[in-house]
């Protein structure tokens, strides 16, 4: 195995194994609802060990939505480089990357949606004013990719269209259980930060696999508990789920560049 392929492979270090572990307790029963403790139990360290990684939750929760809006828009900024440094890049094939990303985020680290819909405002003003900013720089990669596809869509309805797209791809955490294959983790890679270094050309094929809400909005349905991450009768294969949710997305940038005729009735109703 190669030094390049071992890496990818390399066990997550303690301190990304206290982040998903606090991810997933914070999204499961809220930031208040769990203790220093029952997430050094859930790594198998004290409570106390945890203060050697991190001063507190506060730094956890803070680490956990500024650094999902840096791997998101690193992510995003990659595909875009590597799609301008490729003779056969086109517009359509770099959209399909990034609803890719996107997808693999919203279904792999579906509790990091959970947490900023419900815990943002705990961060300090300085992350939370943080993570907006790299949330709107996020949008515009994507405002940008969508214009280039369809040209003669204004800009402002190239941003709502993709704030519509993020509400629905970041619904995933009211989907049931969705359950892994080597064949949808194999075609469903490259998300974010480190999973981007897995290959764009992947992501590009379609798809095997706000200013705020890179991570979610008001446009993503809310759940009252954690029962929400496991609801029932979702579908159960990660790569169907995943091709879904990638028709979806371009159906709705389809329809906001013309490539949609909505039904006379529909039309008439807007028009009057």
Not at 19 to 37: C, M, S, T
Not at 60 to 82: D, P, Q, T
Not at 248 to 264: C, K, N, V, Y
């Amino acid at each position: 195995m190669s030094t390049h392929a071992a890496a990818r492979v390399a066990a997550p270090t303690r301190r990304e194994q206290i982040l998903k572990e606090a991810a997933r307790l914070f999204a499961e029963r809220g930031f208040h609802g769990v203790g220093v403790d029952e997430i050094g139990a859930a790594v198998g360290i004290s409570g106390p060990g945890l203060y050697r990684h991190f001063p507190g939750k506060d730094a956890m929760l803070a680490e956990l939505l500024v650094g999902i809006s840096e791997r998101l828009l690193a992510g995003g900024e990659l595909r875009v480089s590597e799609d301008a440094a490729s003779r056969d890049g086109s517009h359509e094939a770099l959209l399909d990357a990034l609803i890719a990303g996107h997808i693999d985020f919203a279904l792999d680290d579906r509790p990091l949606i959970t947490l900023h819909d419900r815990e943002l405002d705990r961060l300090r003003d300085t992350d939370r004013k943080r993570v907006r900013r790299l949330q709107r720089q996020y949008v515009e990669v994507w405002v940008g990719v969508v214009r280039g596809l369809y040209p003669d869509l204004p800009e402002h309805e190239a941003r709502a269209a993709v704030h519509a797209v993020f509400g629905l791809l970041n619904s995933t955490p009211h989907l049931g259980p969705v359950r892994s294959s080597s064949a949808g983790e194999g075609a469903a890679s490259g998300a974010v930060g480190s999973k981007a270094e897995k290959g764009v050309d992947a992501e590009r094929r379609r798809p095997t696999t706000t200013p705020e809400t890179a991570v979610p909005d008001a446009a993503t349905p809310r759940g009252d508990s954690a029962q929400d991450l496991g609801r029932p009768g979702a579908l159960p294969d990660r790569t169907d789920t995943a091709a879904l949710l990638h028709r979806l997305a371009r159906g709705a940038f389809d329809a906001a560049g013309g490539a949609w005729t909505a039904p006379d009735g529909l039309t008439e109703q807007a028009d009057g």
